[in-house]
């Protein structure tokens, strides 16, 4: 009996992961192409108004960019730090966790085409709907936090060779390795609820379909998962009887907020703003969910749902599944062998003479590659700093200059909502 319950449920996770693999793939080597080709320091000017303008602007940038909820804040408080208006900080923490490139296409995958156009769509007004109802509760309110100057970025022409092996290393390296457990986590929980819940679990149990989307809220709300991780978990939930619109309440509250970015929110900005954004991400993810189960057939979601419940699904060749699998698979371990097996820049040995300008700072909230970059970003832009290496994996950053400024460290660490706590 035991035998067959994991049986069972390898297959299921295999199967979750050969209909997933080749439109990961396909979403990490968009991803990259975004990071590299994309002009991330010309858009920020966009961004400074008061109005429906610059929401605009923020939802439009934060729509495609793969970043989940855990990396959109440390890059929305940046923004914030440097002059965005409150309404369009908040535009880009809601629609830029819900979706990205990586995303939608993983979306096709498993959910469906109907789906997979749904979620870029409701990111966009539920993005807009949240920046102008923070612009509103805003008004005639004075913005006292004025824009940091950072040191100017250096613009020179790159090779082509150059671009490629960046594009490559986001998309395979840095960016995977910011959802690989997530991921992981994600297959293996749709995995269980597809053997554990029986097949009509929720019209027996859960048949109310608001109730539905308000106790799916309840559980998405303080949890963390990607938007990626996220749709295994919501495919799995619907051929349960979850109706559409449940699940899409799943798929935005899930990776737009969290416990942890509740907690940046207001220590960076502050707690009207917390409650503008969990207003504007509870009221549209109700909103859209009501609308999607009154106003959209339930047979465009129902189709693919049904296709992969019965394993018919067969968009894709099995032998490029595979493939794509395999190449999935071995990228994955890729990330586990870096991060256990091969020493940081930081745990390489310093020589002596250096190690006398060396500072080991304790730093908590860091959990991917981009809080990485960002606490290393703005540390390395205060004066008299010679080297900077953050790990995440450790809450720790290694700082290196003459003369450094502990103090000017700890208000660069906590104006992009990190928490700094001394030396290590």
């Known amino acids: 009996m035991i035998i067959e319950y994991i049986t069972g449920y390898l297959n299921e996770f295999l199967y979750l992961l050969l209909e997933m693999a080749p439109w990961l793939l396909l979403g990490f080597l968009f991803a990259g192409l975004l990071h590299v080709y994309m002009p991330h320091g010309s858009v920020r000017k966009y961004m400074g108004k008061n ?31 440097e002059g965005a208006s409150k309404g369009s900080t908040v535009a880009f923490l809601i629609s830029t966790p819900q979706t990205g490139v990586d995303s939608i296409l993983a979306t096709y995958s498993l959910l469906g085409l109907p789906f997979a156009l749904l979620r870029p769509v409701v990111a966009f007004f539920s993005g807009i709907l949240g920046g102008i109802f923070t612009n509103l509760n805003n008004a005639g309110e004075i913005d006292v936090s004025k ?36 991921l992981i986590i ?30 799916v809220l309840a559980a998405s709300i303080p949890i963390y998962v990607c938007a990626t991780g996220s749709i295994p978990i919501a495919a799995v939930l619907m051929m349960k009887g979850l109706s559409p619109g449940a699940a899409l309440v799943f798929l935005m509250a899930g990776p737009a907020t969290n416990a942890a970015t509740m907690a940046v ?46 394993h018919q699904h067969e968009l ?29 820049k930081s745990e390489i040995e310093i020589p002596m003479s250096e190690q006398i300008n060396q500072v080991n700072l304790k730093v908590k909230g860091m959990t991917c590659n981009h809080c990485k970059a960002n606490v290393e970003k703005s540390i390395a832009s205060i004066k008299g700093i010679e080297f900077v290496e953050a790990n995440p994996d450790k809450d720790e950053v290694i700082v290196r200059g003459d003369n450094v400024d502990l103090d000017a460290i700890q208000k660069s660490v906590e104006n992009i909502g990190y928490t700094y706590e001394g030396k290590a």
């Open 316 to 344: 894709l060749p099995r032998w490029l599944q595979i493939i794509s699998a395999a190449i999935l698979g071995v990228a994955v371990l890729n990330i586990y062998y870096r991060k256990f097996f091969v020493k940081n």
């Open 51 to 81: 109005n429906l303008k610059s929401v605009l602007y923020s939802v439009l940038l934060g729509i495609p960019l793969p970043l989940c909820s855990c990396g959109v804040i440390p890059t929305g408080i940046s923004f914030y730090k």
């Open 186 to 215: 994600g297959l293996a929980v749709a995995a269980l609820i597809s053997m554990v819940l029986p097949d009509n679990f929720f019209t027996l149990y859960l048949d109310n379909q608001f109730l539905s989307m308000l106790v």
């Open 147 to 182: 824009p940091e100057k950072t040191k100017p970025e250096l613009q020179h022409r790159e090779k082509s060779s150059t671009k490629f092996r960046k594009m490559f290393r986001y998309a395979f390296v840095d960016f995977m390795e910011d959802i690989a457990d997530w």
């Open 265 to 310: 929110i207001t220590k960076a900005i502050d707690k009207k703003t917390l409650i503008n954004y969990l207003v504007s991400i509870i009221g549209s993810a109700l909103l859209f969910g009501y609308l999607t189960n009154q106003f959209l057939p339930v047979e465009w979601f129902t189709f693919a749902i049904s296709e992969h419940g019965a």
